[in-house]
């Protein structure tokens, strides 16, 4: 297990369609994080899991993002009747206790 | 809401020379964490800080966490073009969501 995975890397999509992003967390980290970034800024939260409960969510996250972690391993973020203000770096983090998270690579969404 | 204000937002420096980035907020810290970005990675944690007036050190790079853990800031000596990144501080604040800051934006110039 060599760290967070995240695919795909790139998405370019067309307004009004729906995307779906994979994550697939370190094995033994039991939370999981979603977090959007957009140019020039830190990372925003999103959402958190803890084994398959979703724990929180931001008002950020509108009625058409959705955010599953079945069986409490990978999870998905789907975005539906896409906008282009969904524009951004979506990013993957998880962790095993309240220090130290580890992030994917992200998945970088255009909408057009 | 508890804000992180990094300074400055962007420094281009030559190759060689100190420098010094900074975190503040206006909520004392549980715990502080220091990232490093590249383009198109993901954040990379650096390092965490939890006690007040704590120094860490990671090679030519030194952290310190203010006496009053709401300021932090981090030290490059003798930058190297491979220090080019965004550096992001980021604290749960005590729960378990990290919120980060805006980020420095660092250049070594060769």
């Known amino acids: 297990d060599t760290g967070v995975s995240q695919n795909p890397r790139h998405k370019i999509t067309k307004r009004g369609q729906n995307v779906t992003f994979r994550c697939d967390p370190i094995s033994e980290h039991n939370r999981l994080y979603w977090y959007r970034q957009t140019l020039g800024q830190g990372p925003e939260f999103l959402t958190y899991f803890q084994n398959e409960a979703q724990l929180e969510k931001s008002r950020l996250l509108s009625d058409r993002f959705s955010a599953e972690r079945p069986k409490g391993s990978f999870s998905t973020l789907e975005i539906q009747r896409t906008e282009q203000g969904d524009s951004a770096m979506y990013l993957c983090a998880s962790n095993l206790v309240d220090y130290g998270y580890t992030f994917g690579s992200g998945t970088r969404l255009t909408v057009v | 809401t508890q804000l992180l204000e990094q300074s400055p937002q962007f420094l281009s420096i030559q190759e060689g020379e100190n420098l010094t980035v900074y975190c503040n907020s206006s909520s004392v810290f549980s715990s502080l964490q220091w990232y490093r970005q590249e383009p198109g990675e993901g954040p990379v944690l650096l390092v965490t800080v939890v006690t007040g007036g704590e120094v860490k050190k990671l090679k030519r790079l030194t952290f310190q966490f203010g006496d009053a853990r709401k300021d932090s800031s981090l030290h490059i000596t003798a930058a190297q073009p491979g220090d080019t990144g965004l550096y992001l501080c980021?604290?749960?604040?005590?729960?378990?969501?990290?919120?980060f800051g805006t980020g420095t934006r660092l250049t070594i110039i060769p």
């Open positions: 980021a604290s749960n604040f005590g729960n378990e969501k990290l919120t």
